[in-house]
């Protein structure tokens, strides 16, 4: 298995509502990542986990709050977004400690309404 | 302040040529550098990367050129193909240490006309 799995490929969801990205890698990744891209931008880092510990933060805003509860899955939790957070939300994983064999998922496309 | 810069926004060339995509970067501390292809809707592909130890790498159609002092790395498609038509991504990142971002370009697209 190479692949990194997202899911729901598409997203609809309110200002107040409360909705969770998922994420699954059986490559043996310790390294996940959660990435952004607007349209016609490039992806933009926002969380790195590494060993189930999240070890890079880009100052998200807290209406994203990213878990990894194991060493194949990762989560973003989403409460409260704005319209201008409409994206496609891009799930990675790498080797541990290393760049090597960096993955991306297909993405989950977000529009807030 | 942009690190990795992808100057050409497009580029349209004929099947059958040479296809050469541009990447240049600011940060002295990138030190390995990937290629990503990316259709409408779909999470990046991995291409082809490169080591600041090397100055070529080649893979199929594929070859990434790399000239350290100029900062300066390019894409090379020989032949390119149509399904070759979509975004280009160069990515850059420090191999060392605990720091495993990649920072984008903000890509070329390419399109390979019949």
């Known amino acids: 298995d190479t692949e990194v799995t997202q899911t729901p490929k598409h997203l609809v969801m309110g200002m107040t509502n409360k909705k969770s990205l998922k994420c699954e890698q059986h490559m043996g990744h310790r390294a996940m990542y959660w990435y952004k891209q607007k349209a016609k931008k490039p992806p933009e880092l926002m969380f790195v986990?590494?060993?189930?510990?999240?070890?890079i933060n880009e100052s998200v805003p807290s209406r994203f709050s990213p878990e990894c509860p194991n060493s194949s899955l990762l989560n973003l939790h989403l409460h409260a977004l704005q319209p201008e957070d409409s994206a496609l939300y891009l799930c990675a994983s790498s080797q541990r400690n290393s760049i090597y064999g960096y993955t991306f998922g297909s993405g989950t496309r977000l529009t807030v309404v | 302040d942009q690190q990795v810069k992808q100057n050409s926004p497009s580029l349209s060339v004929q099947e059958g040529r040479i296809s050469i995509l541009n990447c240049d970067y600011t940060n002295s501390m990138f030190d390995y550098f990937l290629w990503y292809k990316k259709y409408p809707a779909e999470g990046p592909t991995f291409l082809i990367s490169i080591s600041s130890i090397k100055d070529k790498n080649e893979d199929g159609r594929f070859t990434v050129f790399l000239n350290k002092s100029a900062k300066h790395l390019s894409l090379h498609i020989v032949p390119s193909q149509p399904g070759d038509s979509a975004v280009y991504f160069c990515a850059a990142t420090n191999s060392g240490g605990s720091n495993y971002k990649l920072t984008f370009g903000k890509g070329t697209l390419l399109t390979v006309n019949p």
């Open positions: 986990y590494s060993y189930e510990k999240l070890s």
